[in-house]
């Protein structure tokens, strides 16, 4: 499915996440675990004012461990938590649970100090395209109510979904778009599936994420594809290309061949983990 952001779906968007912020306690916000900043919708925090705020960090079995750790710390905050969750596997409805509950816990005291049964929390489910909102509600639903994929796009309807007695969670309202303020935001959403391949060229796509390989990863290189690593990406790319006999006749190398399998194992995870953004570096 194309997905493209035009003015009118983003006013259309922020019409509807205004609405339904006000039917809700708090907010979840997925974010991509691997680009937290580029994942990020720059109105959400905005939108959300003073109401409190899950981040939660998905695919975290796909970024580096003590990166995340230190984006947690980053993104915590006076009414915000941040949490790094692997969506596929743990158990949601006890986390998401517990976590909510935390974030209301001044409500649900007062309640209780008033001799009211707390009510269940109302959360609404926020993200950008891919994030894996539609598999941790589906998830949560303990059925299938939300179509899930690893296109951007997928998910249209809005609906309630009762994750437990103490907690009822508001699909996305909309289709949210990512932060792609900056020229390495769109190569980072690139790279981890966000956005579709058409739009950004791969050779730009290619070398951005070879240059955070080259400087981050070497390792991965050497371990991957048995090269020398060197600073050039186009060089290692030549590198690679030889060693995997990707040639073309006259012995030059197939580029866009091996463009595309490197970026198709970076992507299926073949080289290891990858966090694609860090949080305490002014460059990348
Ligand atoms: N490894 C891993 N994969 C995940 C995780 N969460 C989601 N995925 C995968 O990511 C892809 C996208 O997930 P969806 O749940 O469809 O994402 P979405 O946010 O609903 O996407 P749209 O409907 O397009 O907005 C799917 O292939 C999921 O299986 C996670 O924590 N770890
Ligand atoms: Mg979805």
Known sequence: ???????????????????????????????????????????????????????????????????TKQWIEKLSENNVRAIALDLLKEDLTKVLTNECQLMMKEKIDRQIRKGIRPTAIKAMVVGIPNVGKSTLI????????????????????????????????????????????????????AVT??????????????????????????????????????????ECMERIARKRGFIMSGNEIDTERTMKIVMKEIRGEQLGRISWELPYANKQ
């Open 193 to 234: 599936g966000a956005i579709r391949d058409e739009i950004l060229p791969m050779e730009d796509v290619f070398a951005y994420a070879m240059n955070i390989l080259i400087k981050h990863y070497p390792k991965y290189l050497v371990d991957r594809y048995n090269i020398e690593v060197c600073e050039d990406p186009f």
């Open 1 to 67: 499915m194309s997905i493209q952001w035009f003015p009118g779906h983003m006013t259309k968007a922020k019409r509807e996440m205004e609405e339904k912020i006000k039917l809700v306690d708090m907010v979840i916000e997925i974010r991509d675990a691997r680009i937290p900043n580029a994942s990020r919708n720059p109105l959400i925090q905005q939108i959300c004012g003073h109401k409190p705020r899950l981040i939660i960090l998905s695919k975290k079995d796909k970024a580096e461990e003590n990166v």
């Open 138 to 189: 589906n998830r949560v639903a303990k059925r299938k109510v939300a179509q899930t994929g690893d296109r951007p796009g997928v998910t249209r309807a809005l609906q309630w979904v009762k994750v437990s007695t103490q907690l009822e969670l508001l699909d996305t309202p909309g289709v949210l778009w990512p932060k792609f303020e900056e020229e390495k935001d769109g190569y980072v959403l």
